[in-house]
């Protein structure tokens, strides 16, 4: 039976103010932050609306609201965790003093790092300059382990291509990423 669009309206803004400021109240229990929160809520019930005529006829029209405010909210604390993350690791200091760098080698492996593309580079930049496991590179970059492995290998393989190439001081910038100096 289709209902008139008015009545629609009508019974939307009725289950909005009779449940918007408790989404609110369940949103910032979920993730702490009062003005994040709102803009959860809001998010939801925008979807609610976008949604509403098979919302409209569920068993429980606040329930299917909960579900969407639950799952809103787990994707945002898991952008903020990953963010949280990345920023970590950026601004993380090596603890031990790195060996003495070969200057003019590094100067090579930093200029053949620019010419890989951004996740080969982030990929050997992660492993091999900042010491991250897999997995951690894998969080930190938002991809699977096994891209990690993949991308690092191909990052690396190229990386000696470039350093042959450029005639690199008797493999010494080579040697530089192999012995762990911090670029």
Known sequence: MDV???TEE?????FFERHHAELARFAWLLI??????????????????KQWREVRHAKSQLAYARGIVANLAKSRIRSAVRERRRNTMFWSRPTEAAPEANVAAVVDVRR????????KRACVVLRHSLDLSERETAEALGVTVGTVKSQTSKGLA???KLLDADGGQDGSAWESIRNGVRL
Do not use: S, T
């Not at 009508?10 to 009725?14: E, G, I, L, Q, T």
């Open 4 to 6: 008139p669009a008015r």
């Open 10 to 14: 009508d019974a939307f803004r009725a």
């Open 32 to 49: 702490g932050e009062k003005a994040a929160a709102e803009d959860l809520a809001a998010d939801a019930m925008l979807a609610v609306w």
């Open 112 to 119: 053949a790092l620019a010419r890989l593309p951004f996740r």
């Open 158 to 160: 190229e990386l000696r």
